[in-house]
C-alpha cells in the first residue's frame, strides 16, 4: 500500500517550516488578542494545530 503523504526530504522541510513559522505567528496573535479571550484561544489553538501539522507526514 502507498502511502500518500510522503514527501521529498527537500518538500517536507519547505512545509515543516513554513506550518512552524505560521503557528508562531498565530500563538503571537492570539496572546496580543489576549490569552484568555475566546479570540486569542482560538488564535492559540490554531498556531498549535498548525505548528504541529507536519508531524504525521513521512519524508524520504
Same mark, same amino acid.
Not at 1 to 15: E, G, I, N, V
Not at 36 to 59: E, K, R
Given at each position: 500500500?502507498?502511502?500518500?503523504?510522503? #514527501? $521529498?526530504?527537500?518538500?517536507?522541510?519547505? /512545509?515543516?517550516?513554513?506550518?512552524? @513559522? @505560521?503557528?508562531? &505567528? /498565530?500563538? +503571537?496573535?492570539?496572546?496580543?488578542?489576549?490569552? $484568555? %479571550?475566546?479570540?486569542?484561544? +482560538? @488564535?492559540? #489553538? &490554531?498556531?498549535? +494545530?498548525?505548528? %504541529? &501539522?507536519?508531524?504525521? /507526514? %513521512?519524508?524520504?
Amino acid at each position: 500500500m502507498t502511502d500518500l503523504a510522503t #514527501l $521529498s526530504a527537500r518538500q517536507y522541510r519547505l /512545509l515543516d517550516t513554513t506550518s512552524k @513559522l @505560521l503557528g508562531v &505567528a /498565530l500563538v +503571537a496573535g492570539g496572546l496580543e488578542a489576549g490569552g $484568555s %479571550t475566546p479570540t486569542g484561544l +482560538a @488564535l492559540a #489553538l &490554531a498556531g498549535v +494545530a498548525c505548528a %504541529t &501539522a507536519t508531524v504525521f /507526514l %513521512t519524508h524520504e
